[in-house]
T-cell receptor, first 111, second 112 residues
Framework: DTGVSQNPRHKITKRGQNVTFRCDPI?????LYWYRQTLGQGPEFLTY????????KSRLLSDRFSAERPKGSFSTLEIQRTEQGDSAMYLC?????????FGEGSRLTVL | AQSVAQPEDQVKVAEGNPLTVKCTYS??????LFWYVQYPNRGLQFLLK??????LVKGSYGFEAEFNKSQTSFHLKKPSALVSDSALYFC??????????FGAGTTVTVRA
């Protein structure tokens, strides 16, 4: 499968713990995006990379959130000191200059 | 700022009937519009896009969308709906940095 891959698909954690999600984009795609989707809502933009450079971060991305794309390939999204409000589906997408191709998402549940 | 609106939370149709999912947009400059579909607990799948050219855009799974500049709309259509088309549909607009802004989504239910 050469699509966008996200791991883990599901993560249950206790409030205050740190979690990390990984995204492997389609290999030739230089742009990588992170979105967050809560139940009943459309995806909300968090941040994006062009190659290894993080070009924009949304105001939704608090100081507890950090994203990296160290070699311009895979990306990680870390959430520190998780809160119940962080419970959501975290979606990764990649593209060149056309449409975004999304992964299956990583669902986070914070207890 | 670029934005889209989906005025209907839900659309219900009988199988075999036409399906329309509405979307209106607000942009400064040329609109770049997209439709995506999401099945339960899955990611988003690309259906079609309008960048420029013909106002009627054909996409995957028999879907098409009509771009109407005067009404600032980009409605998704399918002439004959299937039960398997039941899903959550999102309209989106792309900005100059190639980011997408999504609408709130429309749940489509096709009854047999």
């Amino acid at each position: 499968d050469t699509g966008v891959s996200q791991n883990p698909r599901h993560k249950i954690t206790k409030r205050g713990q740190n979690v990390t999600f990984r995204c492997d984009p389609i290999s030739e795609h230089n742009r990588l995006y992170w979105y967050r989707q809560t139940l009943g809502q459309g995806p909300e933009f968090l941040t994006y990379f062009q190659n290894e450079a993080q070009l924009e971060k949304s105001r939704l991305l608090s100081d507890r959130f950090s994203a990296e794309r160290p070699k311009g390939s895979f990306s990680t999204l870390e959430i520190q000191r998780t809160e119940q409000g962080d419970s959501a589906m975290y979606l990764c997408a990649s593209s060149t200059t056309g449409e975004l191709f999304f992964g299956e998402g990583s669902r986070l549940t914070v207890l | 700022a670029q934005s889209v609106a989906q005025p209907e939370d839900q659309v219900k149709v009988a199988e075999g009937n036409p399906l329309t999912v509405k979307c209106t947009y607000s942009v400064s400059g040329n609109p770049y519009l997209f439709w995506y579909v999401q099945y339960p607990n899955r990611g988003l799948q690309f259906l079609l896009k309008y960048i420029t050219g013909d106002n009627l855009v054909k996409g995957s799974y028999g879907f098409e969308a009509e771009f109407n500049k005067s009404q600032t709309s980009f409605h998704l259509k399918k002439p004959s709906a299937l039960v398997s088309d039941s899903a959550l549909y999102f309209c989106a607009v792309r900005d100059d940095d190639y980011k997408l802004s999504f609408g709130a989504g429309t749940t489509v239910t096709v009854r047999a």
